[in-house]
């Protein structure tokens, strides 16, 4: 038995039966997601929010393992069938299921044009890695199945991977409580007490679903949804982030183009190269090399490099000298900007792709995926659309959709949060 | 106005009168601690704890703000004439006590012979650093003022320099409440809004001091010292915790032996050297390159070095294969002990003092200086030794001394927290 | 100066400024407010719903003092003039805007046919009160001009009378906040710190209002109305406290019908009566007679009573045997199921209209008024109409509209919290 | 299954093996409690804690029900054997704890000379209370089981006994947790999380014992010692809530000695006849008639009584016109202070024994019993000794005494809680 303190869930444990976890946690995959910041550079406008992809995936789990160990469920035959027979499957793919993220997501994601989930699924199926090597030992094809439950594929139990991964999740529900709290943003928060009492796992299409009882749950589905939308709204969207984010992004794409390579930092190098590719099994341990630490490293180099394109986005990363931001009306006003901007960056003799920027950030709060406004289901041809959806099981079992069934959810569904501005130096003055 | 929200405090804000905080806060030394988590390693034991020094500088500059706005001290002259007159000093000496600070500040420490607050009065008096430049702009002479309360030889208030640090200060109030939040360890956290209103300005030797009203405040005072006791023995000197830094240390020693340098991190490469000192102008700008992310790079690239035990040392730190301890009981224990450990040592061919260590984490929870057992007064000869003495005061203005007046802080007082502990290589096995 | 603990604010202190309060505090008109549940009977849902008016009372003046003393409006001129000049008037109107609050409110007002409001201007004015001395020996005229605060006709400042009661006072916040702590039910809370902050009093029509920073103030305003709405249909419009509130409004009405006077309980007999009326001087000491306790002790006598009808009504509360409630859908339903609960009297020979009892709770979470459908406007001609929005102002103190600037709002304000239901005994089984 | 939400532990929920307990929170004498406060007139210091007898129950019954129900346990023989197979026991035990209080406890018990405990048995044995019925049709012999784990007696598992009553039980965690946060004094806060995670059941002297683990629990324990300890200091024996105790005491004395009874109120004529009596079954529906309601009621009729002591004392409670308190130092102060205040009575025409009152409030913190300094044991000639130890048990299952292995515990330990103060009306000025 092993027990975690936490500053979200209090106190976290798993006994000798979840034995598995506690060998996960232990491998250096997972060890690595405590230098990779859940936030990026969010600390930037809210300075408390400094927790890591690793102490949230340890929440996840802990989440999950509540949902399964809730005593109140223990005549409920759906949920034995559905869910607490995959025990150990359910575990590790809430543990494991952001073990591919790198450092600052959104902008590694950009230059490798990979998305973090094709990692994660590589780093499981990869013999070499130590938590492949944990899972197979637990149990021959274990690897696999967590694999599978991440990319949504997992057939056994679809209600596994809807607890992973849906509209109402044990993903979802720790890094909206743990932001909410770090950033110190009192939006976020809602009553996880209440959300995981009234979970229950269903039947829709003659699938198992997993959703919330009609009668108790409606309002914390609506809380739940409103706590997304603020989030996005003032914390994942925000101006400050979003222009550290920029800067970190236009920073790479600058070494990359001038070959500002980092010999002694091969993983560096190997992003710049173009050599980080999921499927390439000898890229793996490069990948794993990522982690805040480098990137900031090559920024105190790079800070004087001979570029002066490269050492000056360097430069204003560090000493926190962001660009400025305008928020875009409509296309007119977009247009009518940019040319300004781009006549600017002329006369100042700037490239323009580095200086001035649009940045749409977009998602609806129901219809969002985290971070990144694509859809998740389209990476992805295995998964089901119903996850999509938010279930609310009545007395009989019988399923309704809670957009369908709350003015409020369907009032924000129709609401995309999303934002467009453009950025600029800021020493260039208002221009608007 | 600028106003930031906070996990511990909730709502940070500064209006127009604190100009100069704000204007601090953007200076690059203070940015710096954005990268310099608080706690160093201690997130080995406590996942949550992954704050930094900025966040937590905030947090002190707050407290400080809060005692200088109660509304029921308006009519306190000793308050008044003692501390409100100095409410800039009071402000930026609480927002810059840490601005010297390193990465993993203990092992620092030890490589550099010097103690952090050095460096943060040489920061402070360097025409070169942005926050001495933004002191001065707003009134000359008070960079060398806030550089005065930080050394505590500040003569114009001594309840100033109390208020920064001394046995109930701002710094430790804000310490121990965000570790103990961020930690999850319950233990440490105690009602800060109590605190504060029971705080008095009352004359001691007729000089003022910083205490807590005698009818109100003995309980919050024993609850103070005893969230400082409970800090101690599982946060601050947990043995995880301290087997990290130990391996850190060994490691940067390790580096240093061997001349392990690393052209293109310079600030590292004049930590070996021995190049980096408080007084030495040009070494300033070499130190503000040094935080957690070049220590971790560097890690990362060790870790694949020629000599072995530097390569070892860099690897157990990235994956966590920590040192296994023993505490030591007595000198017979510690003799033993010791000698089969270096026997060990001989027969696997390793250098001794890399892989058999003597480690003693040593303070009382009332005389204790934060996350060192020297004493604060030690390194600094014009410090007085009040500072060292709680205060409470009675009706009359009368003070009396903590310890005192209180059977439990007489019971704690004489026992100092101290463990000492022998680590060595786990897969040594058992060895006791 | 004095401090109270709080479980909702923590700490409540008033300084010798505020010796109005303190001295308000210790009248008996105030001190009766302990004896007065906050709730009424909504503890019957919500055990630990047991918090008085007078604790609310308490923190309503503390969340006041906080406004008036907050730092960052010292140089806010619209502030000054329209708020802080009227300290002692705001502080007390805010202490005792409910201090004419009868036992189980909705329904002695049923009884008495007159709104609390009254009862709380009628004290005030009444040279005999302990209230009314304090004021006017504080300054003469006060008495009256808290009186006009209260019904919303004072002049010198409509900012204070928007403080007191308007869409978002410190009444709410005060209630929202304790209610939502008090009942555990997770919905109603908000970031008051927030609220707060990003208050503001702005100028409409010429007129001084209290709203909230535009930019700053919209999502804490959603999260605001939500919370109302939330509180309202998870707690106000509970089944169970509307079950017990009926219970006592039938069983006071039987009372009243069949003389069942208790000599020794004169506060009950002028109920029974209906010689309580506010504009009568006589009736006021008999008013204040009336508190929680003796409405039970009239229960403890009522359940031996010959009458049948009384002493099982008086039962009924007593041991927690509440009426069964169906809700209604529609006029079809209710005539039918009327109807056919109308039989089942008749055929138990029971009274209908103590045994069949249809029940409208009825409000929108944004044109509320506190458990009473009623606009609180129509009760007094005086009130101006803008105390039904929020506004928000901005950059250049210009106002809008809440429901124009939010479509959750808008989306809110169009959906009145209203349910009716069907009450009757639950011995006459299932009858939908 | 049936929830309730708590401000303290949130989510309450049973599910339906557990039926026995919502059977029994539906029973008259269960919901009695609500008309009782738990700290009687606290309230008059901390005017938050309002809070029931009913919703503490509720709490203990909780707190009962998630030891039972920890996964972690679940392979722990010695849980399974002394605890586990008693889970109905336990809990109705847990529940049931306190369903003999009477309103004002320590008055009542003066006046009656019994404690209530001996009314808890009573309820629990006698045919005619709701509680035993529905206890003996759960299974015959449960309400005998129950009456013998309130007395100490229970032979089958003395684990039960200790849970439900001991140094370290549920009651006190809920009480302390409870009272710390109605009351908003936080020093009597401490992490129940982890207080529940450390809870061992262990052997001593062959007998099943609760206690904690040695390596994690003993600053817990101490934390909770330390708790008790400032509950007692600050608010169970705060001058303002003895003053007002000391009140209610000397006037229902005072009703006694006149006979100034109230034929309506029969179960406050049956106190003042002495008629109440726990071994008298026609005693039980008068004794259940008790509470607060009652009480307050008889207040406001005897404030207008002819004997002008009564009337007095009445007034002062309803209005909080309390008495002054002088803390004693020594015998010689008790003395001449004595005298002068006999004097000054003698001088008024007042009886001695109502106006000059000597009150010791006296209880270890670690040997205490709540709210009265008299040894429980004492009442019971069955318990056991070990119950006043608090046990740690190491890794062997060897236990140790908490007092032998704590300083801190130690110290306190010898040093009881206990003040005298001698009060005196507050008209008659200082005396001291």
Redesign the interface.
């Given at each position: 038995?092993k027990?975690?303190?936490?500053?979200?869930h209090?106190?976290i444990?798993f006994?000798?039966?979840d034995r598995l976890i506690l060998d996960l946690i232990?491998t250096?995959e997972v060890?690595r997601l405590?230098?990779i910041r859940q936030l990026g550079l969010s600390?930037i406008a809210?300075?408390?929010a400094?927790?890591?992809r690793?102490?949230h995936s340890?929440g996840v789990a802990h989440i999950m393992r509540r949902f399964l160990?809730d005593?109140?469920r223990?005549?409920d035959a759906m949920f034995i069938k559905g869910v607490k027979d995959f025990r150990h499957v359910a575990l590790a793919s809430a543990l494991l299921h952001d073990v591919g993220h790198g450092p600052f997501s959104h902008a590694i994601e950009t230059i490798t044009g990979e998305r973090h989930e094709n990692w994660t699924v590589s780093l499981l199926r990869s013999p070499h890695t130590e938590i492949h090597q944990v899972l197979e030992q637990h149990e021959h094809g274990m690897a696999q199945a967590v694999a599978d439950v991440i990319d949504r594929s997992f057939q056994p139990s679809r209600a596994i991977v809807k607890l992973v991964s849906s509209q109402i999740d044990m993903d979802r529900t720790d890094y909206l409580l743990r932001d909410a709290?770090?950033?110190?943003?009192?939006?976020g928060s809602?009553?996880v007490?209440?959300l995981l009492?009234v979970m229950r796992i269903g039947e829709v299409d003659g699938e198992p679903e997993v959703g919330l009882d009609l009668a108790k749950g409606k309002?914390?589905a609506?809380?739940y949804v409103?706590s997304r939308y603020?989030m996005y709204?003032?914390v994942y969207f925000h101006q400050m982030s979003r222009a550290a984010e920029v800067l970190i992004e236009k920073m790479l794409l600058r070494a990359k183009e001038i070959g500002a390579f980092?010999p002694?930092?091969p993983?560096i190098d190997a992003l710049l190269q173009g050599s980080l590719r999921s499927e390439d099994p000898t890229a793996i341990q490069r990948y794993l090399?990522l982690?805040?630490?480098?990137i900031?490293?090559a920024m105190?180099?790079w800070q004087g490099h001979d570029d002066p394109v490269l050492s000056d986005l360097a430069q204003r990363i560090?000493?926190?000298r962001l660009y400025k931001a305008v928020v875009i009306r409509d296309d007119e006003h977009a247009l009518t900007l940019r040319s300004r901007l781009l006549e600017e960056a002329n006369r100042r003799k700037l490239p323009a792709p580095y200086y001035v920027i649009t940045d749409r950030a977009d998602s609806s709060a129901y219809k969002d995926d985290y971070l990144s406004p694509v859809d998740r289901d389209a990476s992805s041809s295995k998964s089901s659309k119903p996850s999509q959806n938010v279930f609310l099981f009545d007395d009989k079992g019988l399923a309704r959709e809670l957009s369908q069934e709350s003015?409020?959810v369907?009032?924000?569904r129709n609401?995309a949060v999303s934002v467009t501005r453009m950025f600029y130096p800021s020493e260039w003055g208002v221009m608007v």
């Open positions: 038995m027990s975690f303190r936490d500053p979200v209090n106190l444990a006994g000798e039966e232990n250096s060890q405590r230098r600390n809210y300075p408390g400094e927790h890591s690793f102490v340890l160990d005593p109140l223990e005549s709290m770090m950033t110190g943003a009192g939006y809602f009553d007490e209440w009492h309002s914390i609506e809380d409103m603020y709204l003032h980092l002694f930092l993983s090399g982690d805040d630490a480098v900031w490293t105190h180099i560090l000493h926190r003015f409020i369907e009032a924000v609401r």
